[in-house]
């Protein structure tokens, strides 16, 4: 196979760049004392299907650490369109400082299986357990959270499918000026669900549908 050059791309800055279109989630944690906290968390991703795990990347400077250190659990909360100023809240204050539940005006919400509360006005609220932890570098540590419950708001989700009209937050990255200051975070709307055409030549070539 003869490799081509191409003048399509130019560098880029970042190595998620690519990949920046996602819904973040608000990292709902707690100690033994105090207010129940939330962290924006960007970092995380699913790590096997049964049992159902995800690993999620924490920063040590963070109150959030402290405590899913102290009870190792943690919940995944899904936020909407209309949480995008809370989901940027969360990431510049800290629960050390400002009680954020009260602050945002959220509902904390009775979990299932573990001690850490859901927050009530997202699309879906996943409770976890810590049952591994590594440390990425000096700054941050790797949790391994395995799922213990799984709450979906009625009415947002067609089976594994988001309803077009649940209006997920999909955040879209940040845009920076020349000199590295913050343009605003910027987000998107969920439009134009269409399944896969398995009837193109590649798939129909390649793969079979169970």
Known sequence: MQWEKSDAFEPGDHGNK??????????????SSGPPNFLTAM???????EPSRTVVAISKSTHTYGLVNETREFVLSAPTQK????????GRASGRDVNKFEEAGLTPVQPSKISVP???????NVEFKVVNQFPLDDEI???IGEVMAVHIRKGTMHGELYR??????LYMG?????????????????????VVDYESPLLKKHVTRK
């Open 141 to 143: 540590d790797l949790f």
């Open 174 to 194: 940040t845009k920076y000026d020349e000199q590295g200051k913050s343009l605003g975070k910027h987000y998107g709307k969920l439009s134009g669900i269409e």
């Open 83 to 90: 949480m995008m100023d809370v989901v940027v809240f969360a």
């Open 18 to 31: 690519p990949f920046a279109i996602r819904i973040p989630s608000l990292l709902v944690s707690r100690g």
């Open 43 to 49: 970092w995380f991703t699913p790590a096997g299907a």
């Open 118 to 124: 859901l927050i009530g006005e997202a699309n879906g």
């Open 164 to 169: 077009e009209d649940a209006n997920p937050l």
